[in-house]
T-cell receptor, first 114, second 112 residues
Framework: NAGVTQTPKFQVLKTGQSMTLQCAQDMNHEYMSWYRQDPGMGLRLIHYSVGAGITDQGEVPNGYNVSRSTTEDFPLRLLSAAPSQTSVYFC?????????????FGNGTRLTVT | KNEVEQSPQNLTAQEGEFITINCSYSVGISALHWLQQHPGGGIVSLFMLSSGKKKHGRLIATINIQEKHSSLHITASHPRDSAVYIC??????????????FGKGTHLIIQP
């Protein structure tokens, strides 16, 4: 199993550009989520999904869109990039349901917006 | 919202030393996670626990629900243990939202 795969690893954007961060998992996990990691702060939840066709906002959703057309894929879209979105982005998945289960993280995408 | 505090923020130790990293949180939880992040690398889940103690190799995680406190211990530390260790807690209100609150991490350096 590849686990959680994120692409690209690095990206530089100009203000106003759009792009999609890709995330795929091959563990048949129902739950997928996107976090951003900024210096001096803990990971913060952007958007999450509890299954195909279902998405919801996390703590810091502004400026980001997501969709979940399949169980495997959960792309994160930046419609009009801003310097405040410079960050490291992590996708994570876990088995679904109300119970607790370990999170599986991707290797991250380092995004710089100039 | 749960507040998660980790201590110390930074820790440098010599190879072989016994390491303790602490995590305190403010309100009741259903589970606590310990994660490891190597420089420039991804994040790996080390432990998920809701009571007692878990051990995996040289790593031991304990939690005291009454005290709202967890510790991560590393025995016989090695330079490859150098990483950021992150504590995350999940609240009691389960449901759709992830509900995880993350600490800021403890940056550990083990010198040869």
């Amino acid at each position: 199993n590849a686990g959680v795969t994120q692409t690209p690893k690095f990206q530089v954007l100009k203000t106003g550009q759009s792009m999609t961060l890709q995330c795929a998992q091959d563990m048949n996990h129902e739950y997928m989520s996107w976090y951003r990691q900024d210096p001096g702060m803990g990971l913060r939840l952007i958007h999450y999904s509890v299954g195909a066709g279902i998405t919801d906002q996390g703590e810091v959703p502004n400026g980001y869109n997501v969709s979940r057309s399949t169980t495997e894929d959960f792309p994160l879209r930046l419609l009009s990039a801003a310097p405040s979105q410079t960050s490291v982005y992590f996708c994570a998945s876990r088995q679904g349901g109300l119970g607790n289960s370990p999170l599986h993280f991707g290797n991250g995408t380092r995004l710089t917006v100039t | 919202k749960n507040e998660v505090e980790q201590s110390p923020q930074n820790l440098t130790a010599q190879e072989g030393e016994f390491i303790t990293i602490n995590c305190s949180y403010s309100v009741g939880i259903s589970a606590l996670h310990w994660l490891q992040q190597h420089p420039g690398g991804g994040i790996v889940s080390l432990f998920m626990l809701s009571s007692g103690k878990k051990k995996h190799g040289r790593l031991i995680a304990t939690i005291n629900i009454q005290e709202k406190h967890s510790s991560l211990h590393i025995t016989a530390s090695h330079p490859r243990d150098s990483a950021v260790y992150i504590c995350a807690v999940r609240g009691l209100l389960l449901g759709g939202a992830d509900g995880l609150t993350f600490g800021k991490g403890t940056h550990l350096i083990i010198q040869p």
